[in-house]
């Protein structure tokens, strides 16, 4: 891209806790894009290790990048910290411990140039471009990527929403509403260029039993959010959710909870079944295509074993 179509800016926001390790990578990565008109947001969720030092180092470094500093109160509250010191016209999202490639930013820009009507720009599978409602019941389908990470988001469509401060899940609560709050969303192929790291320490990640406790919140806030502002889709939205409950269904059977949470592991995995038993009865038949009814059965699956 010319750099003199370099007008819109984008806002990359990074929480970060306890990230020292992976940071240098991150940072260097969002600021090496082809892409240069970006602002880097770091958001220290009060890291106890090197973290804070070195975000400090970048803004120092490149006026690109400015730091908010806090103390610890989980990734919405980072989240939000972030959307409220972003000034640029779109928000991007890169967690701390993840790196992009140089042209990951320039991508998302180009379909903005094609797609100048639209307020959000999101990888999937329902590749095409959708006017309100029709978002909210593709991204409820699972035929929209269910991560913040690839996303391109108009700034204004995020004023008045905020995070919630759940412990897993608040970044699909927060798509959600971004779905239904945009005009016309664009859904591009999935891409490559956003590299994942599996660190169970980061802000944005969930390990253990305890924050898995909180998905049946979450799932119940989808359910209500949909109830009230579009009732025709809920049943899209428990298809949604009994697709999140079989996920959930395996990653908690697979951990090793000492004796004494062995029973909340058992009443967790016997309430993610009733999400998946609802959802099975209230499949949204009309809208979905033979994907969901592969999804639908893997869900059964997961339940029954």
């Known amino acids: 891209m010319d750099i003199g179509c370099h007008t819109r800016k984008i806002s990359v926001i990074i929480p970060v806790y306890n990230v020292e390790q992976y940071l240098s990578r991150c940072c260097d990565s969002v600021l090496g894009q082809t892409y240069r008109n970006i602002e880097v947001v770091l958001v220290d969720d009060g890291s106890t290790d090197g973290t ?97 990470w690839t996303s391109c988001v108009r700034r204004s469509v995020y004023e008045g929403l905020t995070f919630t401060d759940q412990k897993i899940g608040e970044d699909v609560l927060m798509l959600i509403r971004v779905m239904w709050k945009a005009q016309r969303v664009a859904v591009i192929p999935r891409s490559q260029g956003y590299h994942y790291e599996d660190n169970a320490a980061s802000v944005t990640r969930t390990g253990s039993l305890h924050t898995r406790l909180g998905w049946p919140t979450r799932a119940d806030l989808e359910l ?82």
Request: proline share 4%; with cysteine; charged share 30%.
């Open 52 to 148: 804070s030092a070195l975000c400090d180092r970048y803004a120092h470094a490149d006026d690109r990048v400015r730091v908010v500093h806090q103390a610890n109160a989980g990734a919405g509250a980072a989240r939000n910290a972030g959307l409220a010191a972003a000034r640029g016209d779109w928000v991007m999202w890169v967690d701390g411990d993840d790196w992009i490639e140089d042209d990951w930013v320039d991508g998302f820009v180009r379909q903005l140039e094609a797609h100048p009507d639209a307020d959000a720009v999101i990888t999937g599978t329902a590749v095409g471009v959708y006017a309100h409602p029709e978002p909210l019941r593709q991204f409820l389908l699972d035929r929209m990527v269910h991560t913040l």
């Open 224 to 305: 209500a959010f949909v109830r009230d502002v579009a009732p025709t889709m809920l049943d899209c939205a428990r298809f949604d959710v009994m697709r999140g409950a079989g996920v959930i269904i395996e990653s908690v059977r697979r951990l090793e909870a000492p004796p004494e949470e062995q029973a909340k592991k058992r009443a967790l995995l016997k309430r993610l079944r009733g999400y998946v038993w609802d959802g099975l009865f209230h499949l949204p038949l009309r809208s979905m295509h033979r994907k969901e009814y592969a999804t639908a059965l893997g869900s059964l699956k997961k339940a029954l074993r």
